[in-house]
């Protein structure tokens, strides 16, 4: 009878064995913790290291452009002075206007006006006394008397010829510009020997007929 103790003890140890081997074995938290993984490396800044090559750019010949010839050549800016003539006489506003718009014309520039504040422009009157074929003094133009007959026609008043009319005031409007009489640096109309017959008959111009 003393096996049956001993197998008896070796059950009971076996099954203690197994019992110690189902422990041994269990899951809980038996095993080695995961260690965490590490981050990977940072990347260096190493690449940036070397910069790219550039290309040099090509070289651009700048061909200097050439000024335009067609533009316009600016005028030289001129004083013009100005005048405002004022007729007396009804009848005279026409031989102002055409011989403001002849020394215009010829002067280039808008020297004389024809309005109703200004110059006063009349026929001299008998107490003036001479005041040539056109006098301009103290801000007044006064011209030869319309009775006074030109030299080379003495039946005829020079006042009743338009063209005539408007020579005698062209010549005024020379003495406004401060031209005298017979001046050689003054033109034609300043010059009463320079002409054939005077007043003269045809004066398109201040200086020609
Ligand atoms: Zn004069």
């Not at 013009?80 to 005279?92: M, R």
Request: charged share 10%.
């Amino acid at each position: 009878m003393r096996a049956l103790p001993s197998f008896r003890m070796l059950l009971v140890a076996v099954a203690a064995g197994g019992l110690l081997a189902i422990a041994g074995c269990g899951g809980n938290g038996g095993g080695p913790t995961p260690t965490a993984t590490p981050p990977p490396p940072t990347p260096t800044a190493s690449t940036r290291t070397s910069s790219p090559t550039v290309a040099a750019a090509p070289t651009t010949v700048v061909t200097p452009t050439p000024s335009p010839t067609t533009a316009p050549a600016t005028p030289t800016a001129t004083p013009c002075p100005s005048y405002t003539l004022v007729p007396q006489v009804g009848a005279l506003g026409a031989n102002i206007a055409a011989a403001a718009s002849r020394w215009n014309s010829w002067l280039g520039c808008p020297v004389f006006a024809v309005g109703t504040s200004g110059i006063p422009v009349d026929f001299a009157p008998a107490e003036i006394g001479d005041v040539g074929w056109g006098q301009y003094a103290g801000g007044q133009i006064y011209l030869m008397p319309p009775s006074t007959p030109p030299a080379d026609d003495p039946s005829t008043p020079y006042a009743n010829d338009f063209e005539r009319l408007t020579c005698v005031v062209m010549h005024a409007l020379g003495h406004v510009l401060g031209y005298a009489d017979g001046s050689a640096a003054a033109p034609k109309i300043m010059r009463p020997l320079d002409w054939p017959t005077w007043p003269p008959t045809s004066c398109s111009t201040p200086d020609s007929p």
